[in-house]
């Protein structure tokens, strides 16, 4: 049959049999596109991983970037400097002055003060700022001079007038006695009682009225002397405060030289524990039943303070 024929004989033909190989094949080739779909052949698997290595790698470059393009300010050594010295180079560098304040108190100053000299700093690497701090924290035995010298007492750290210290005896007193209304009683004044809102009686009100007699009779009896026994309480007190401290520094001392030029002080302070230990007995004696909240009270807190060597 010439190729060329046209004829609609020839068609038909041609076409029916491309329909059976198509219907014969076609299950296959569904089958072969599905597999080169899910399961890639090495080549892809290797420009798959190629890509997912160059993703990292620009993650990384990208990271190292950021970090090296973040700003590093120099921390200087400003001790010695005055203020406004110091904030002048430490702001030269780039950071931010944020406060400057004293190392003992809430005392502060500006960044202006040409006379006052840099004890100490601070660098906040995470937000680039700074405090600088003047001034010499004091010790213990410092704040206690510095407080005597100027006529004060000094106990737990603060320095108070007599004033301000019997103000202080007499709310402790107060809250002392509101305690016979319950746990939770308290001093509102230094007269009245209450628990919660609610008030509950005078501060003296849980005393007998044998008991206020005989208070009555020691506060006129003992007017002339009211102020010498807690004048007592108040240098016994200060001297245990003096004893513990000592006995701390003697303890942690591990070199035997400086435990022998210590050790005229050990005696001496030995032998005034007993002495002590006696004039503090005979005050209690002479107490009335109010005043004897307020021994106890002393009593209690140097008990306290001699724990911290145990």
Not at 204 to 230: F, H, I
């Amino acid at each position: 049959m010439d190729k060329n024929d046209k004829s609609p004989g020839r068609h038909s033909a041609i076409e029916h049999n491309d329909a059976n190989n198509i219907r014969a094949t076609g299950n296959s080739v569904t089958k072969n596109q599905i597999d080169k779909q899910f399961k890639p052949d090495s080549k892809n698997k290797k420009i798959l991983f190629l890509v997912l290595g160059i993703a990292v790698l620009l993650i990384v470059v990208v990271m190292i970037i950021m970090n090296v393009a973040k700003p590093s300010y120099e921390e200087y050594d400003l001790k010695g400097l005055t203020v406004k010295e110091a904030c002048e180079k430490a702001r030269g560098a780039g950071w931010e002055v944020s406060r400057v304040i004293s190392v003992e108190d809430d005392d502060k100053t500006d960044c202006y003060n040409t006379s006052i000299i840099v004890t100490d700093y601070s660098y906040y690497e995470y937000n680039h700022s700074m405090t600088i701090y003047f001034g010499e924290k004091k010790t213990e035995e410092q704040k206690k001079a510095e407080c005597e010298a100027s006529g004060k007492w000094y106990r737990d750290s603060s320095c108070k007038s007599e004033e301000e210290w019997e103000n202080d005896y007499a709310w402790e007193n107060a809250h002392a006695a509101c305690k016979k209304y319950g746990s939770s009683g308290y001093a509102k004044t230094l007269t009245d009682c209450y628990v919660g809102s609610e008030y509950k009686g005078p501060v003296d009100g849980a005393l007998t009225t044998e008991t206020q007699s005989n208070a009555s009779t020691s506060s006129s009896s003992n007017s002339g002397s009211n102020s010498s026994w807690k004048q007592v309480l108040r240098e016994y007190e200060a001297w245990m405060n003096d004893y513990v401290n000592f006995m701390k520094k003697y303890n942690n001392t591990s070199d035997t030289s400086s435990k022998l030029a210590m050790l005229e002080d050990y005696t001496r302070l030995a032998s005034e524990m007993t002495s002590w230990t006696q004039k503090v007995e005979n005050v209690k004696g002479d107490l009335s039943e109010s005043d004897l909240v307020e021994y106890l009270q002393t009593i209690n807190r140097v008990n306290q303070k001699l724990s911290e060597l145990y």
